[in-house]
């Protein structure tokens, strides 16, 4: 008899994950699960799984979070699926901290929960830690530099862009006064951006546009999973773009597919997120 899974499907600004707790069920083969149960139609339908439990208490935090994207392949981390996390640990009741230490693959990160009047997780902020630039492992930087992805930027529309990694490589593309974001071929560019050999790990693309100031509209080719509804790294990596190029203070609002996330990049060098998180419903499935 095949094993039967309790799953909670969640979603941060439209960015989709089915959680389980992994302190109650063992999922042996999450790559597998993770590409099976994301498929639309076929499956549960998600951005990927993420794999709840409590953290060993040598590392200073609190539980620990795996996630895998649709296609299978292990992220270091996502800034949704954090404030989701928070949300699911406190209103089911796993924990009364309202500051809860997430141990990922990028390090800890800390949530700040906070709650409406029915005592329910409202919005989470997460410290995302701070920002890297210079990182040899995940960007090529001469190859980039030496005009090799100019004919794809090109033809999007790029007026400059940005390699920034938080804990995760992300490329902030700005796009050019007057280019048609909502209806640039992001499946085509996106894709091709993402397996560049100047990302040596892949890479997670944005495509930026400022708005008004303070506010940039940004939507997203996510390293594994194809356009998605938000990406939490991926509007912190934006943000300090914008910061860095002087479009916007160090505290804006990006504006995505499913929601508005708002970045600080504080005076520590660390970049503080601020977003809702929610649930979308429960169910069983078979492990594949």
Known sequence: MRKVIHFTKMHGAGNDYIYVDTDRYDIPDPSAAAVAWSRY???????GLVLIARADGDTGADFSMRIFNADGSEAMMCGNASRCIGKYLYDKGLTDKRRIRLKTLSGVKTLELHLDSMDSVESVTVDMLEPLFDVDALYNKVRAEDGHLAPVLREAGCEEAVFVSMGNP?????LQPGTDLENLDITNIGSRLERD????????????QLRRPGV???RVWERGSG??????????????AAAQTRRCPRRSDIVMDGGTLSIDWRLDNHVYMTGPAAFAFEGEVELP
């Open 41 to 47: 139609h076929f499956g549960i339908g998600s951005d």
């Open 170 to 174: 992300h490329f902030v593309v700005f």
């Open 197 to 208: 050999d100047s990302f040596p790990q892949r890479c997670n693309i944005e495509f930026a």
């Open 216 to 218: 940039i509209r940004a």
């Open 227 to 240: 356009i998605t509804m938000a990406c939490g790294t991926g509007a912190c990596a934006t943000a300090v």
